[in-house]
């Protein structure tokens, strides 16, 4: 069955408007919300600075080499392959700045 050429015009037109407005939004300088205090701050003697901090209920998942006293989350993760230094460890969370 041959494709319409109205359908592939369409097709392509779409796919360049999608690809114009993201290009447009990825171009927008990232801000952080109303109230917010910057993760990454500049210090008194010029030094970078991160503050931020995870609630319990914001860890997604725990993975270790199987050594580690922490137990690995969610229940059905697999531990991480052993990468000859002991006490690895991969914590996937959320991070909250300071006013969150």
Known sequence: MASHPFYLRSGMLGVAV????????LSLPMTNPPGATAIVTTGPNGQRLERFH???DDILAVSHDGR???PLYPADIRP??????PGNA???????????
């Open 68 to 70: 580690d006293t922490t």
């Open 90 to 100: 991969v914590i996937t969370s959320k991070l909250r700045n300071s006013n969150v």
């Open 80 to 85: 991480l392959p052993d990468f000859g230094s």
């Open 18 to 25: 999608g690809a114009i407005v993201m290009a447009g939004l």
């Open 54 to 56: 995870i609630k319990a």
